[in-house]
């Protein structure tokens, strides 16, 4: 069966400061500019390692804010429609080579699995989990920063593009900052 991973940079969800540099992540553009407005938009551009809880504070403030359009947990509010052009082919069973890039450590936990982009629900058991994620405490494992996960087969649920997406999440608590990366799933 084939899945089909668009990799939505979210600005890679950042919460602790980081963003999936490998596979290809979503980009800002003109549908996540009409939904999210031109400040959070800004922000984004000027810094895709950004938080999300900062993008949900300037988002609140704004009037070109649209709060039902612009789901920033949900790759940061970044749209498919921006990104029609990063689809990216895999199989199931399929190595998927991870690499993320962390300018500021902050203790938490992470993981990734693929999320129904409708409900931003999980649709699949995590692909990788990491009880503790860039601790303050210690050097980043290499294993945090480069990592492979295997895709499932959710061609029942993800068979239209845009469907479904893989998700980075990053979550820390120390620095309350919440931060992931979903790429397009079919």
């Known amino acids: 069966m084939l899945s089909q991973f668009v990799?939505?940079?979210f600005a890679t969800l950042a919460a602790?400061?980081?963003?999936?540099?490998?596979?290809?992540?979503?980009?800002a553009g003109a549908a996540m500019k009409a939904v999210c407005?031109?400040?959070?938009?800004?922000n984004l551009q000027s810094n895709e390692y950004g938080d999300?809880?900062?993008?949900?504070?300037?988002?609140?403030?704004?009037?070109?804010?649209?709060?039902?359009?612009c789901n920033l947990s949900l790759c940061k509010g970044l749209q498919f429609d921006d990104n029609?052009?990063?689809?990216?082919?895999?199989?199931a069973g399929q190595v998927v080579p991870i690499k993320v890039d962390i300018q500021a450590k902050h203790t938490g936990t992470a993981n990734v699995s693929i999320v129904?982009?409708?409900?931003?629900?999980?649709?699949?058991?995590?692909?990788?989990?990491?009880?503790?994620?860039?601790?303050?405490a210690t050097d980043i494992p290499r294993n945090q920063t480069q990592f492979n996960i295997t895709m499932p087969d959710v061609s029942s649920q993800c068979s239209t593009s845009g469907a479904c997406v893989v998700?980075?999440?990053?979550?820390s608590r120390e620095s309350d900052q919440v931060c992931c990366m979903l790429p397009n799933v079919k």
Not at 52 to 69: N, R, V
Not at 167 to 171: T, V
């Open 7 to 9: 990799c939505l940079a």
């Open 16 to 27: 602790g400061h980081g963003i999936i540099t490998s596979p290809t992540a979503r980009l």
């Open 37 to 42: 407005g031109q400040q959070v938009n800004n």
């Open 52 to 69: 999300i809880q900062q993008l949900m504070q300037i988002g609140a403030s704004q009037k070109d804010f649209d709060p039902a359009s």
């Open 84 to 91: 029609t052009a990063n689809i990216q082919n895999f199989t």
């Open 116 to 136: 129904d982009t409708a409900s931003n629900t999980m649709i699949s058991k995590q692909l990788i989990y990491f009880p503790v994620y860039t601790s303050t």
């Open 167 to 171: 998700q980075w999440w990053w979550d």
